[in-house]
């Protein structure tokens, strides 16, 4: 039988702080087991009834483990420390991403930020036009951000099934919607990022440059982004490149 948490019946803030203290833990176990897996090896008995031999499977190569053995799992790092940790680590035949991932406190969360640095990624942001209609007839989306001048508005009212969920639908709280699409346009290009949590999970994953970039520069990045989404909010904070284990990060509020 599991334990029991006591919980105070009668008062409802008591009851709804409870709730959600409690869901906040739950979900900083999900975001650990899904970016970074607790145990390396997985000990399975084999299926043949006259075998006793346990077998031992790996579940992360041989870089995944050297790094793991360099982070120390109970300690906070500041970002400065985290990010040269991960400068130290062995990279792979590619340019990593570096990710901040956050546990938040509530969901709902969301924003937009512009960066003071590049992070890496191209984006791709379109302006309404007939051709881009065309091309949403034919179910064809490429694009990242999509932009539009208010008169074609009820012409793309017929496609917000598809692009609303995609989070694609212009918008004039997101900015997306303007009588000046061009301007609109240069600001994404140069780094705005929109940002939210995740539609069921108070959990944000963002990607703020390569780990090539000089260390300055991911610092100021990540330091903007914690900025914009606020420390307030965040109850865990860690980051880590795309093949890394996580580093847990040390914030003041």
């Known amino acids: 039988m599991g334990k029991v ?18 869901k906040a833990k739950s979900m900083e176990k999900k975001m650990m087991k899904k970016k ?21 499977v790996n579940l992360h ?11 120390d799992r109970n300690k906070y790092y500041s970002l400065e ?24 406190d509530e969901t709902g969360l969301k924003g937009e930020v512009e960066l003071p640095f590049s992070t890496g990624k191209i984006v791709r942001v379109k302006v309404v036009d007939d051709n ?15 932009v539009t001048h208010p008169s074609f508005m009820p012409k793309l009212a017929k496609f917000a099934k598809v692009l ?3 989070g694609l639908m212009p918008n004039p709280k997101a900015g ?15 780094g705005m990022l929109r940002w939210k949590t995740e539609a069921k999970f108070p959990l944000i994953h963002q990607m703020i440059g390569k780990i090539s970039f000089e260390e300055k520069k991911l610092i100021a990045n990540a330091e903007k982004f914690i900025e914009a989404v606020g420390k307030i909010h965040i109850k865990n904070a860690f980051i880590k490149t795309t093949m890394s284990p996580s580093i847990k990060l040390e914030l003041t509020k």
């Open 5 to 22: 948490k006591p919980r105070l019946i009668g008062d409802t803030e008591v009851e709804e702080k409870q709730k959600k203290e409690q």
């Open 176 to 190: 997306t919607v303007s009588t000046k699409p061009e301007e609109v346009v240069k600001k994404f290009e140069k």
């Open 132 to 146: 881009v209609l065309n091309d949403l007839e034919k179910g064809k989306i490429e694009f990242d951000v999509l």
């Open 81 to 104: 420390e985290a990010i040269l940790l991960l400068k130290k680590i062995k990279p792979p035949k590619f340019d990593q991403s570096v990710e901040l991932h956050f546990v938040m």
């Open 61 to 71: 190569g041989k870089s995944y483990l050297e790094a793991r053995k360099m982070i």
């Open 36 to 56: 970074d897996v607790e145990k390396d090896v997985v000990e399975k008995k084999s299926k043949s009834p006259k075998s006793s031999k346990t077998i031992t």
């Open 164 to 166: 609303g969920p995609k």
